[in-house]
């Protein structure tokens, strides 16, 4: 008897899959069976998951099994100014979160940049890795093999390169380890995010490569670049674009607006470095994370960067002048305008709040992202020095504390 035939006529291995039909799963009819069937499953009632604000249709490509949307509170951030070389003039950046007071901290910070003259922001270089590996029986092999894939790069990038229309291979870094052979493919992606482009483009040079030389096919993935997860690599050599944004606070801006002082906001950070440093923190930062979590669901971006793209630095010093001069690196910002979750209707009107949509604007994006988030550096670090931090925290926690009453009275 047939292997699927005995799993099939076993007991153990029967289950109940979620509904799906091939040519009407993402239809509002078939969907609204799928909502129906997890009502019945779960025991649970949906009346707010079925608001879909322009039909189903549209979620074809960016989510499975489909039953619905999640609302999320949507806040502007501003005015923010930018002068970067792709961005330039104030902007009010989209902000989708349920976390309260975040939206206030970041446009206290881009107030008082605002008002000292803004951020000064550019991207610095701009690439996307991939790491396949490649095993071999001696360090010797896996040698010979690397000296063939540096003789060979050119028929390597054209294999690649076929299969996208806007990106470009631009070199393959070889790494030795223990027999094996990491290649560490670079790509320039253009405007979109180019997670799927790069994906796909190593695919096709990595089965070029074992055709050639008759070796078995590699893991597309070794993990050395450590996509979706937070490492030292992403510190140092980055993924993506990296951001430079600096900004220098004006002393009266810093004593009006934020209600402390330079000296104070750079003796609390010396502190800080102190303490990221004693925990093994990758880079020195306040909550990068905040600000791209909410620019990213707003904006129809991949939120599994985050860990990558929260890797970064921060710092802090009195100019001579007595001013605040403040200054971020952020190596690590994947993000992309076309392609994605950026089509969807409410995303793709949150890109055009900031001027972002479409080919060409991946650029000017994320140096919006780096103006934003210093300015949401400046807003929490500022705060932490006084009153500032906690106040709009105890002002949301009693909306708060009242919702979570009513929970567990019903």
Same mark, same amino acid.
């Given at each position: ?62 989510? @499975? ?32 979160? *349920? ?78 380890? *223990? ?137 802090? @010093? ?23 979750? *950026? ?64 929970? @567990?009275?019903?």
């Amino acid at each position: 008897m047939k292997e699927e035939n005995i799993l099939e006529n076993d007991e153990r291995t029967k289950i109940e899959r979620v509904p799906y039909h091939k040519e009407l799963n993402h239809t509002k009819e078939f969907v609204q069976k799928r909502r129906e069937w997890i009502e019945e499953k779960s025991g649970a009632k949906f009346s707010h998951l079925s608001c879909f604000p322009s039909g189903t249709e549209e979620f074809k490509g960016n989510t @499975e099994n489909l039953v619905g949307v999640v609302p999320v509170p949507l806040g502007v951030v501003g005015p923010l100014s930018v002068k970067g070389e792709f961005a330039e003039g104030i902007f009010y950046v989209p902000f989708a979160t *349920t976390e309260g007071a975040l939206v206030e901290t970041y446009q206290r910070g881009a107030i008082a940049l605002t008002k000292s003259g803004g951020a000064k922001v550019f991207v610095n270089k701009e690439e996307f890795h991939l790491d396949p590996i490649f095993s071999f029986k001696s360090n010797e092999k896996a040698k010979e093999f690397t000296l063939w894939v540096s003789t060979n790069f050119l028929k390597i990038k054209e294999k690649a390169e076929a299969t996208t229309s806007s990106g470009g291979l631009l070199r393959i870094t070889p790494y030795l380890i *223990t027999g094996n052979a990491i290649l560490d493919f670079a790509y320039s992606t253009g405007d979109a995010m180019g997670g799927n482009m790069i994906n796909i483009a190593t695919e096709a040079a990595c089965n070029f490569i074992s055709q050639e030389l008759k070796i078995e096919r590699p893991l597309l993935r070794s993990n050395l670049f450590a996509e979706k997860k937070a490492s030292s690599v992403n510190l140092w050599f980055g993924c993506g674009k990296e951001v430079l944004v600096e900004t220098t606070l004006l002393r009266k801006v810093v004593k009006r607006f934020l209600f402390t002082t330079p000296e104070i906001i750079a003796k609390a950070w010396h502190s800080w470095a102190i303490g990221s440093i004693s925990s093994g923190m990758l880079g020195i930062n306040a909550h990068f994370s905040n600000g791209l979590a909410a620019l990213f669901i707003a904006c129809g971006q991949d939120v599994g960067h985050i860990p990558n793209a929260c890797v970064g630095v921060t710092s802090y @010093e009195v100019t001579e002048s007595g001013d605040l001069y403040v200054s971020l690196r952020l190596p690590n910002i994947i993000v992309g305008t076309v392609g994605g979750g *950026t089509a969807l209707s409410a995303q793709r009107e949150c890109l055009e709040m900031i001027g972002c949509y479409g080919k060409g604007k991946a650029k000017k994006f994320a140096e919006i992202i780096g103006a934003t988030l210093i300015a949401g550096e400046i807003g929490i670090c500022a705060g932490l020095t006084t009153d500032q931090f906690l106040e709009p925290h105890k002002r949301v926690r009693v909306y708060t504390k009242e919702k979570a009453y009513q929970q @567990e009275t019903k």
